[in-house]
């Protein structure tokens, strides 16, 4: 049975405060409409499902009737047509895909040893996935798996820290914010976490990329580390923690990374570089001196939060102004409705507002997807929780379903 209508071919990863119902009357099941919503109750238990959902333009997207509960708290990755729910408490991989009957279903299970907390692609066949640590200076572990079967196909132990690079920084330990491959090179840029476990950052007025050959490859010494570091002193480290998208790609192959520096978005002590975007062009392996992209410059004080690539030489990005009060708490950004998205030239450096979208807040931002040059997304907002229709092309927005719960992980489109 082929879908045709939008909803019917998307994957909604969401986190709700409605919880699954025994009665299933006048709802649509997983089989009948195929959309399905990753929920969590907003209570002590934190529970997540999958679940149908409706529509994503008209009605509401609620728990309420069926679900494929998920255990603990969740991060999801979609790859080419597979779906990866990763647990953060409970460690496994989860991965789903439509079976031969058009349903979503569940593929494979994969577990691992701690959190895996970054997450990239290869194309549309491998999942990537590392995990980080707040203070340890352990080896870290790069797994990879198949996004046709869902079973994980390596496991690598690596590290960024190399020394004879000399960009290591004592007493820190890295946090990747996203991989990227490109090539033969894997690109993971990293935040820097103090060593002690208290999560501020020491070095934080430097950007800094590791390069690593890929597929990953011991040296001499049999240490799979990076065959280079790059750094950049005109802004500070790139990405946020919880961000899996701190470096992206264009789609002529240009590289770009955001870097935010201030309290609010998680840096302590604060930068004092602008909060800015960098280019690697493609081919590439060092930062282009002649490009920087000052989006605190342009917004008259604002800091990007996060973004992700919609198309061309554009992305999605959420901004914000960190103002006194918000710089008073560390990570506020997180939990304070003050986030606005607009859209970003990455070439030409213009920043364009998308009217009609309220301030909002949002932790967590799973990877987005352009389907039929629409972008959806959730807004949680003081007065509504909603999700929105962005059109690429021009900039606007559409308010579509309401979002009964807290909030929306990510829309991902399996069918196609």
């Known amino acids: 049975m082929k879908r045709t209508k939008i909803y019917t071919s998307i994957i909604l990863a969401a986190t709700l405060t409605a919880c699954g119902s025994d009665s299933n009357e006048g709802l649509p099941t997983l089989s009948e409409i195929g959309v399905t919503a990753g929920l969590v109750n907003d209570d002590s238990n934190s529970t997540e499902y999958l679940v149908s959902a409706p529509d994503l333009m008209e009605g509401a997207i609620s728990a309420q009737g069926e679900g494929i509960e998920q255990a603990g708290w969740n991060f ?153 570091i790059i750094t950049d002193d005109r802004t500070s480290n790139i990405g946020v923690h919880g961000s899996t998208t701190g470096l992206i790609a264009t789609d002529n192959g240009d590289l770009y990374g955001f870097s935010a520096g201030s309290v609010a978005s998680g840096h302590y002590p604060a930068s004092t570089k602008p909060s800015g975007i960098l280019r690697i062009a493609n081919g590439e392996t060092e930062f282009d001196v002649d490009y920087f992209f000052d989006i605190e410059g342009q917004t008259d004080g604002m800091e990007i939060f996060w973004f992700d690539s919609i198309g061309g030489n554009k992305a999605l990005a959420r901004i914000f102004t960190p103002s006194a009060e918000l710089e008073s708490t560390p990570w506020s950004a997180y939990g304070s409705p003050v986030l606005k998205l607009v859209i970003l030239d990455l070439e030409a450096k213009t920043i364009t507002d998308i009217e009609g979208i309220p301030l909002h807040t949002k932790q967590i931002t799973s990877s987005i997807e352009v389907m039929d040059g629409k972008v959806y997304v959730m807004v949680n907002a003081v007065s509504e929780k909603n999700i929105y229709q962005i059109d690429v092309a021009t900039g606007t927005a559409t308010k579509g379903a309401a979002v009964e719960g807290t909030n929306v992980r990510g829309l991902f489109d399996l069918y196609n």
């Open 76 to 228: 999801y990755y979609p790859v080419g047509n597979t779906l990866f729910v990763s647990g953060y408490t409970d460690f496994n991989v989860t991965s789903y895909k439509v079976n031969e009957y058009d349903e979503v279903a569940q593929l494979n299970t994969f577990v691992f040893d701690s959190s895996l907390n970054t997450f990239g692609n290869v194309d549309d066949t491998t999942l990537l996935a590392t995990n980080s640590y707040w203070f340890e200076h352990d080896d870290m572990v790069m797994y990879a798996a198949d996004a046709e079967t869902g079973r994980a196909i390596s496991k690598t132990n690596y590290s960024i820290y190399n020394d004879s690079t000399g960009a290591a920084g004592a007493g820190t330990v890295p946090w990747p914010t996203a991989l990227k491959v490109r090539d033969d090179n894997l690109f993971i840029p990293y935040l820097k976490f103090d060593d002690a476990g208290n999560s501020t950052t020491p070095d934080n007025n430097t950007a800094y990329v590791a390069i690593f050959d890929y597929p990953l490859t011991a040296n001499v010494d049999g240490n799979v580390v990076p065959s280079k």
